[in-house]
């Protein structure tokens, strides 16, 4: 008889704690603490040069597709890596033109929009263009390119080691474009057979 109550006792319990409406807590994502922007000069033997962030770190290119001075810089701590490339111009700017433009595009059916904001600095004879891919699924954020419009042509993309989702990743692009955009204002082609 002890038992039958005891058991009686325990449904009751679990039948009454089971009466109130449940709602489920909202998705929550991970705070990413950013650091602090410092910068060093990357200057090797690569024909440009330019400052990078203290908390990345820069590879030669070993894949085998690769060609002299190709780099890559990885956010180790935000699993991205900026792929930059280097080409010589011999009479050829355009289709380095077209082709960065077609990299851009391959980019449209998964993104919201794609802008476009054109960079000019005559004084060190670097101009470029600079694409912003908004999209959650967009698997490259940022991209760009620099030329001098003679002999040398630059090409830039940003890639994340994750699945995309740029809503949660946001504030890490975004961080990440500042860094990136401060690379642009202090690149430099090293030949001076401009002067």
């Known amino acids: 008889m002890k038992f039958f109550y005891f058991g009686l006792i325990v449904i009751a319990f679990l039948v009454s704690s089971c009466g109130a409406d449940y709602t489920p807590k909202p998705r929550g994502y991970f705070r990413i603490d950013l650091p ?24 030669y290119d070993s894949s085998k597709m690769a060609e002299p001075y190709w780099i890559n810089i990885y956010y180790s701590r935000f699993h991205a890596t900026l792929h930059v490339s280097y080409k010589v111009i011999h009479n050829n700017l355009a289709n380095y033109l077209e082709d960065a433009r077609t990299l851009v595009n391959k980019h449209i059916p998964k993104a919201n929009s794609i802008t476009q904001k054109e960079y000019d600095d005559p004084g060190r004879r670097v101009y470029g263009l600079v694409y912003e891919i908004k999209g959650s699924d967009a698997a490259s954020s940022y991209q760009f390119y620099l030329t001098d419009s003679i002999s040398e042509f630059v090409r830039g993309a940003l890639y994340f080691n994750l699945v995309p989702n740029n809503d949660s990743l946001a504030p890490v692009i975004d961080f990440l474009k500042g860094d990136i955009d401060h690379m642009i204002n202090t690149f430099r082609w090293k030949k001076a057979k401009y002067d």
Do not use: G, M, N
Not at 38 to 55: I, L
């Open 36 to 59: 602090q922007r410092e910068y060093r000069v990357f200057d090797t033997t690569a024909p440009y040069t330019f400052e990078y962030p203290k908390y990345a770190s820069i590879v």
